[in-house]
């Protein structure tokens, strides 16, 4: 007998099975909503002019294709995290931060469980938001963590559910693990004001909470960078215990390159040597070290001005067609097809995502009656 015969068949990823749908559809006008992936107008993926032109860049330097240190280029760890945390900032705490290139955000985010689950006394529990993007649990569970939620959406309102969530971050043990999403709330596009950071600082500080902030989007909530990292700014200066996970898959469109960036704040130059020492033989034993091509374009864009103006450029694209996009579609709604229906929510939420409202019977009607007008 195989010594597989018993394991069971997994269920389906369900964002994967729409796209087996959307491939087998012959149909010219198809599009793919599911995937979290930006598309230009001809629905074709979107190679940054900046990304180009630092690939360009790179191809005459005929550089090596040697092994990158454990915890990735040490120029692109500067780079990347002096974006996310701003200059200033990140001169105040740049002796005690320990940081690593990753492998994207979800490599991000596997390094900080396994720091959490392997070190973090007070909890093995991480909270996080209700609903999350699907692949937290299974990350976090994947590392030994526990996973629970607090309220965040209020589908009544279609908005952020201050009062549940800060009402849940009390409740929750002293010295908690929080998972908050800095900037496009994934899949909500939902984010809290920046009154509301500083009600969820005042709590998190109160109750000594553990933040880990999952920075997936930053620019493409404003089409401003430095705007969209208001939050791990604010919790980094007022010195919050926290870990920051950074991924450069959309906001550089370098998706399949996995370029991401993981960091987190020590208490002293003597803590986060010991932390950053940890943290080496973490991922030494999870991928050794991380790829170098991607890290490389990051840092040419993010440490050379011109391919910098060029990305903010770039990012302002993404981002400004992302809300015509959703404009279009709350116009068509209301006034092609006169819907009554209150479709305000399509233009308040930000970034890629729409949290459309609409239950799982509407979908699945959708999803028959366009298969019938689509596909006869
Ligand atoms: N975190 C959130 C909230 C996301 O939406 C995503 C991607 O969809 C990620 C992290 C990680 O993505 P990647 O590993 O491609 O950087």
Sequence with gaps: ???????????????????????????????????????????????????????????????????APITGIPVFRELATRLAYGDEVYESIAERLVSAQSLSGTGALRVAAAVLAKFYEPSSTIYVSNPTWGNH???FSAAGLAVQSYRYYDPKTHMLDAQGMLADLEDMPDRSIVLLHACAHNPTGVDPTPEQWDDILRVVRTKNHFVLMDMAYQGFASGNPARDGFAPRLFAEMNVPMMLCQSFAKNMGLYGERVGCFSMLAASAEEAARLESQVKIIIRGLYSNPPVHGA?????????????????????TMSTRIRDMRALLRSHLEDTFHSAHDWSHITSQIGMFCYTGLNPAQVDKLTRDLARVFDP
């Design 1 to 67: 007998m195989s010594a597989w015969a018993k394991v069971p068949m997994g269920p389906p990823d369900a964002i994967l099975g729409i796209s087996e749908k959307f491939k087998a559809s012959t149909n010219a006008k198809k599009m793919n909503l599911g995937v979290g992936a930006y598309r230009d107008d001809a629905g074709r993926p979107f190679l940054l002019p900046s990304v180009r032109k630092a690939e360009n860049a790179l191809a005459q330097m005929n550089l090596d294709k040697e092994y």
């Design 137 to 139: 649990n299974n990350v």
């Design 296 to 316: 490389r374009i990051a840092a040419r864009i993010l440490g050379d001005p011109e391919l910098r103006t060029q990305w903010h450029q770039d990012i302002e």
